[in-house]
Structure formats: C-alpha cells, structure tokens
C-alpha cells in the first residue's frame, strides 16, 4: 500500500511555470505506474500525463504534450510535474495517482489507478 501527499500547487499567469510534486510512502514505490490527473470546476476527472514503475516510459495528453514534463526519482519516492506555458485553461485541481504495476503501460483512465494524492489546486490568471 502506498500514500500519496501532493504539493506545489499556486497562483499563477499565464505563460508561468509551476513543479507539483507528489511524495509516497511506503518501501515499494518504484514498483508502481504513476499518474496525473486534473478536474476542473464542472468538469470531470481528467489524464494529464503518466510514467512507468521504471520512468522509462511516458504518456501525456495532447493538451499539455510539449508544456508538461513527467518524471521521477524513485531514490526519493517522488514523482514531478514540470509544467510550463501555463494556460487559463490548466486551472485545475491536480492529482497524483498510483497503480502497482511494473510494465511499460501507460494507464490514461482513472479506474485503472489504486491510490490518489488529496490533491493541489493550481490557478492561471489571464
């Protein structure tokens, strides 16, 4: 089992750059596939980028692919979200999320994911 605490989250415009971080407890964590996900106000739970247990593989949504950067420190127990050329629309609530899984796959549903952070708020001004 793992728990997970996300951070990082802020008041920013548009153009800035913000690093969320997720911290997981427990000794396994570089066996697990990780995720970001996103929900804005009104709007349902929503894949923003994801890595493999080993970091080698990742996966992003189109919205973000070529602004946000996944990745991992498994030393640390932490995965990142690099996120640059924030938009007004990346207003969100950000989540991290955890799967037991040691393969290349990329999950991009939220079902397939087991644990969940309690979330960060980021905000991108106009």
């Known amino acids: 089992q793992v728990q997970l605490v996300d951070s990082g989250g802020g008041l920013v415009q548009a153009g800035g750059s913000l690093r969320l971080s997720c911290a997981a407890s427990g000794r396994t964590f570089s066996s697990y596939a990780m995720g970001w996900f996103r929900q804005a106000p009104g709007k349902e739970r929503e894949f923003v980028a994801g890595i493999s247990w080993s970091g080698g593989s990742t996966y992003y949504a189109d919205s973000v692919k070529g602004r946000f950067t996944i990745s991992r420190d498994n030393a640390k127990n932490t995965v990142y979200l690099q996120m640059n050329s924030l938009k007004p629309e990346d207003t969100a609530v950000y989540y991290c999320?955890?799967?037991?899984?040691?393969?290349?796959?990329?999950?991009?549903?939220?079902?397939?994911?087991?644990?969940w952070g309690q979330g960060t708020q980021v905000t991108v001004s106009s």
């Open positions: 999320a955890a799967r037991n899984y040691t393969s290349s796959t990329i999950f991009v549903s939220s079902g397939n994911y087991n644990y």
